[in-house]
């Protein structure tokens, strides 16, 4: 058995625990059609039914998928996103969870990085991934930096912190793969400063080309980059005010994880921090506008309410 077949083997048996009498849906795009045709061969094995979806490409990360498909996967006790676009942040993800589907997101994966999620220690993950998670929902107030220059404040009171651990075994659980992060949707108004984003960002950010976010009273009010910047601004005023809201804050914490230009991936390397602006439904927050994008920040500093949890990178939990 290869690796990529023992990712795949792991995500049903382990990550969804997927049984015999259950259903299963892949819903995939083209771009993304190999690893997904993968996964529902495993499925089948799994499962006595599994169904493979297929989705036009989304233009877009968090968008919707035809309505048809929604229903779909509302109606399965098993869901596994396979598309080339982020779709967590969808409706449709959100309606398949409150109906009790169990949902493993792998949007965006590539093969190596799904190769590289069978060697991490998912026990250790776990364990470092909901205590930050906790910090994160018993905090009130956070403060971010990097040697790049952010400088950024946020409001945590009344949310609840997001542990991804890559399982998604209790109705209605929602997880990823590869899994590492620990994140939280921000108090909506309260966030405040400059956020540098090195990569990410509908790919538009680089460590020798960073965005700038300066931010007031929760949304990106200026964004700063030059001609590499002009898609996410495009993005930003297709959608309006909204889609400038800072949706979360994150922190990686997957050992095992790399930079390789694989967001799916890269937001979960140990020790990184990411921003996501627009949609943050998903964090308990109000904004619906179809679009969130992740953009992330190398050797972060992180204070929760006076506290070092990350200092310059390295996680202190």
């Given at each position: ?11 049903l048996?382990?990550?969804?625990d ?44 968090g968008d ?14 098993v ?7 982020a ?11 409150r ?60 949310r609840?912190?997001i ?27 309260e ?16 460590p020798?080309h ?8 929760g949304r ?49 390397v ?48």
């Open positions: 058995m290869t690796k990529l077949q023992r990712a795949a083997r792991l995500a048996t382990q990550c969804l997927a049984k015999q009498t259950e259903s299963v849906v892949v819903v995939a795009d083209a771009p993304a059609m190999e690893l997904a045709r993968l996964l529902w061969s495993t499925a089948l094995r799994v499962s006595r039914d599994a169904i493979l979806v297929e989705v036009p490409a989304p233009e877009r990360d919707e998928p035809p309505a048809s498909v929604s229903r779909i996967m509302a109606l399965a006790d869901v596994l996103l396979v598309t080339s676009r779709s967590q942040h969808s409706e449709a993800r959100r309606m398949a969870s109906r009790g589907a169990r949902v493993l997101d792998m949007s965006g994966v590539t093969a190596d990085a799904l190769r590289r999620a069978v060697d991490v220690d998912y026990g250790e993950l776990a364990r470092r991934t909901r205590k930050l998670a906790d910090i994160l929902t018993i905090g009130r107030r956070a403060h971010l930096t990097n040697p790049a220059g952010t400088d950024a404040w946020f409001s945590l009171e009344g609840k912190g542990a991804d651990t890559g399982m998604a075994q209790k109705r209605g659980a929602y997880s990823s793969m590869p899994a590492g992060m620990a994140c939280i949707g921000p108090l909506p108004g966030t405040r400063g400059r956020i540098v984003i090195e990569h990410g960002l509908g790919g538009c950010a680089r020798d960073p965005v700038i976010l300066d931010v007031k009273e990106a009010v200026a964004v700063h980059g030059g001609e590499a910047c002009a898609r996410l601004r495009e993005q930003l005023r297709a959608f309006g005010p909204e889609a400038r809201t800072v949706a979360e804050l994150g922190i990686g914490t997957n050992a095992g994880a790399r930079i390789t230009g694989c967001l799916a991936e890269d937001r979960k140990l020790g990184t921090a990411h921003i996501g602006l627009g949609n943050n439904r998903s964090f308990g927050g109000s904004v619906n506008v179809p679009l969130h994008v992740d953009g992330i920040l190398f050797a972060p500093t992180l204070e929760i309410d006076g506290k070092v949890v990350v200092d310059h990178g390295q996680v202190m939990v």
